[in-house]
């Protein structure tokens, strides 16, 4: 028998119809995500299909998709660095629009800005 291995390597893969590839009809990688500095002045340290995070106050952020989402059916997860004793921070998953989604950071109870924020999306654009 023959070696049938077969390598593909392109710099760009794209779904014909517009979005991102899938495999068995299942979407791959995430829709979105983005890294950035949530204290003082936010800053994007990188990101894909996020246009823009909207400072809400302490602790509140809105992230928002350079393309939209297909429907508010996704998932998002999100990752926030500890600056004080204690810090959850999470996505709002009452807040889901197709255009951006709040995002939250709360240090002993109080919403606090956070240093690092990590965040990932799943789910189809429109």
């Known amino acids: 028998m023959g070696d049938y291995m077969s390598v593909i390597k392109a710099n760009n893969i794209t779904n014909v119809a517009g ?4 495999v ?3 979407q791959l990688i995430p ?6 500095n949530g204290t003082s002045t936010v800053a994007i340290r990188d990101s894909e299909n996020v246009s823009s995070i909207t ?3 302490a602790g509140l952020y809105y992230i928002n998709f350079a393309t939209t989402m297909a429907n ?7 990752t926030s660095q500890r600056a ?4 959850n921070g999470g996505v709002d998953a009452n807040n889901y629009q197709t ?3 709040r995002l939250e950071n709360v240090e002993n109870s109080t919403g606090a800005d956070t240093p690092t924020f990590s965040v990932q999306v799943m ?3 429109a």
């Open 31 to 36: 829709t979105a995500w983005v890294n950035f």
């Open 19 to 22: 979005g991102i590839p899938t």
């Open 55 to 57: 400072d809400g106050g």
């Open 72 to 78: 508010t059916n996704y998932a998002a997860t999100a």
């Open 24 to 26: 068995k009809s299942q």
């Open 84 to 87: 004080v004793t204690w810090a």
């Open 123 to 125: 789910g189809g654009q």
């Open 99 to 101: 255009t951006n989604f």
